[in-house]
C-alpha cells in the first residue's frame, strides 16, 4: 500500500456527510483537534492488527493516533507494554513493536455510534489497510478486533458470506496463517463495570503472541533439525 496515496484519500474523504459536519462542529469549540479521517499507525513490519470501533473524542479525534490520549488508550497500551509490543505502558510515549493500530470507522460519530452506511463506506479503507497487512512479510499474523462494531466489519470483509457470532475471546481462521480474535472493548465504561478486566486482555494478547510466534519458532526448529543433520 501506498502510505502517502492512502492518507491523501483517506484525508480528503468525503463520504459521509454527517461525519465531515461532526469534524467542522469539533473544530469550532476545539481548534487544536485533529478532528479529521484518523490513519493507522504503529510498525510497519507488524504481524498483529489491532482494529478499534471509531476515534474518541478526546483521543485520537483530539492526537490524530488511534487509542492515544484517552482511557481505552490508557487500559490498552498498559497491557501491550506488559507483553512487549510497545516500548511504554503511556501510548503518547510508545513505540510499537509487531503492531499496527486502526479503527473500523476513521471518523468520530456523534454519541460514538457510527451508522451502518457508515461503516460500509469506511470498510474500503479498512480493507486497503488488511491487505496491505497480509502481504507485509511472511509468517503468522493476527487481527485483534476490539468491540462487536470492529469484529463484525472485520469478518464482513474476511468471511463475507458467514454470519459469525461475536464475544471475547473468539477467533476465526482465515487461512493457516492468519487469524481474526474479538475482544471487548477497552472502555471505561467495560472496565468500569467488570465486563473486561486486564486478566482477560493479557491473556487473549499471550494467546496472540503465541499464533504469531509459532511460526517462526518452527522455521527455528525445522532450520536447526536441517542443520544438525547436514554435519
Not at 490513519?39 to 504481524?47: A, F, Q
Not at 476515534?55 to 492526537?63: C, K, N, V
Request: proline residues 4%.
Amino acid at each position: 500500500m501506498d502510505q502517502g496515496d492512502y492518507r491523501t484519500r483517506l484525508a480528503n474523504c468525503r463520504l459521509c456527510k454527517r461525519l465531515v459536519e461532526h469534524h467542522k462542529a469539533i473544530k469550532r469549540i476545539h481548534p487544536s483537534y485533529f478532528a479529521a479521517p484518523v490513519p493507522l499507525w504503529g510498525d510497519e513490519k507488524s504481524r498483529i492488527l489491532i482494529v478499534g470501533l471509531a476515534p474518541g473524542l478526546h483521543g485520537a479525534s483530539r492526537t490524530g493516533q488511534a487509542f492515544v490520549g484517552d482511557s481505552s488508550g490508557e487500559f490498552l497500551f498498559a497491557s501491550l507494554f506488559k507483553i512487549g509490543w510497545a516500548t511504554s505502558p503511556k501510548a503518547d510515549e510508545a513505540t510499537l513493536h509487531k503492531v499496527m493500530i486502526t479503527n473500523a470507522v476513521k471518523c468520530l460519530p456523534p454519541a460514538n455510534k457510527p451508522m451502518t452506511v457508515e461503516e460500509k463506506r469506511c470498510s474500503k479503507f479498512l480493507g486497503e489497510e488488511i491487505v496491505a497487512f497480509r502481504q507485509n512479510g511472511t509468517g503468522n499474523r493476527a487481527i485483534l478486533c476490539l468491540g462487536g462494531i470492529a469484529f463484525k466489519v472485520v469478518a464482513g470483509l474476511t468471511h463475507p458470506r458467514e454470519r459469525i457470532r461475536f464475544g471475547h475471546g473468539v477467533s476465526l481462521d482465515v487461512n493457516e496463517n492468519l487469524k481474526v480474535f474479538g475482544s471487548y472493548h477497552p472502555s471505561r465504561l467495560n472496565v468500569n463495570t467488570g465486563r473486561l478486566n486486564s486478566r482477560m486482555f493479557d491473556s487473549l494478547l499471550d494467546r496472540i503472541d503465541k499464533f504469531v510466534n509459532m511460526r517462526g519458532d518452527l522455521d527455528q526448529l525445522i532450520t536447526g533439525s536441517i542443520g544438525r543433520s547436514c554435519k
